[in-house]
């Protein structure tokens, strides 16, 4: 079993910047996880926002492309979402996830809200 705890979040005026963390319960930042974040606002469905495979490939969605930066320390077991130049669209809670490929282990994190005020 993989724990993932978020934290970093809060509230930020538009144009400024947070960053996420996700510490995980054990070594898997570096084994075959595909790592990533998600994001969900009210009424609305979770929605990727960027991952990070073990080789350092990184893929965003487009509305966050150029703004926000994904990464990870192997060392620490934690991932990290560096958002700039944010805005009131990004309000959302946001969940770290983990993804063996080809197995049914699919891990989420707790959330952490994110509130980007105009």
């Known amino acids: 079993q993989v724990q993932l705890v978020e934290s970093g979040g809060g509230w930020v005026q538009a144009g400024g910047s947070l960053r996420l963390s996700c510490a995980a319960s054990?070594?898997?930042?570096?084994?075959?996880?595909?790592m990533g974040w998600y994001r969900q606002a009210p009424g609305e469905p979770r929605e990727m926002v960027a991952n990070?495979?073990?080789?350092?490939?990184?893929n965003y969605a487009s509305s966050v492309k150029g703004r926000f930066t994904i990464s990870r320390d192997n060392d620490k077991n934690t991932m990290y979402l560096q958002m700039n130049s944010l805005k009131p669209e990004d309000t959302g809670v946001y969940f770290c996830?983990?993804?063996?490929?080809?197995?049914?282990?699919?891990?989420w994190g707790q959330g952490t809200q994110v509130t980007v005020s105009s």
């Open positions: 996830n983990a993804y063996l490929g080809g197995s049914a282990k699919n891990y």
């Open positions: 054990r070594n898997i930042i570096s084994d075959n996880y595909v």
């Open positions: 990070i495979w073990r080789g350092g490939a990184t």
